[in-house]
């Protein structure tokens, strides 16, 4: 289990960008096909823009055709919390960072092999740290 982080409104909003905050501490979303990792195939590491947490590896990241980067698993299942989401009608499985809370996206049982999973994320509430070359 992830150590918690506690931090004031005020401090998110300084640290963050509006559409940053927006996403990831009032659950918004990013209009599809419009964040910077939807197509990204660089490799590394995407971590929480909150709080730095390393959530997703790039080799479990997929083309799934919505518009939004999508994982079939995270780096530590621990890292990545699931709360159901009944909002606007829907019932949906919500993906938080387990460390800071911070929104990520959501969860949909449509994904590939060998989960399953389909970890469909905003890019506003990630942060890719390039796999060093050697």
Request: with cysteine.
């Amino acid at each position: 289990m992830a150590e918690k982080i506690t931090t004031d409104e005020s401090v998110w909003k300084q640290k963050l960008t509006p559409e940053q905050y927006h996403v990831t501490r009032q659950a918004g979303t990013e209009p599809a096909f419009t964040g910077k990792y939807w197509e990204t195939k660089d490799a590394g590491t995407y971590h929480c823009v909150c709080c730095g947490e390393p959530l997703f590896d790039s080799t479990t990241k997929f083309d799934s055709g919505t518009g939004w980067p999508s994982f079939y698993k995270p780096t530590d299942e621990s890292k990545v919390e699931e709360h159901k989401d009944s909002q606007f009608g829907m019932v949906r499985t919500e993906a938080r960072c387990s460390s800071c809370g911070a929104h990520l996206g959501h969860v949909f049982e449509d994904g590939p092999a060998p989960t399953g999973l389909r970890y469909c994320m905003n890019s506003a509430a990630l942060d890719l740290k390039p796999k060093e070359k050697k």
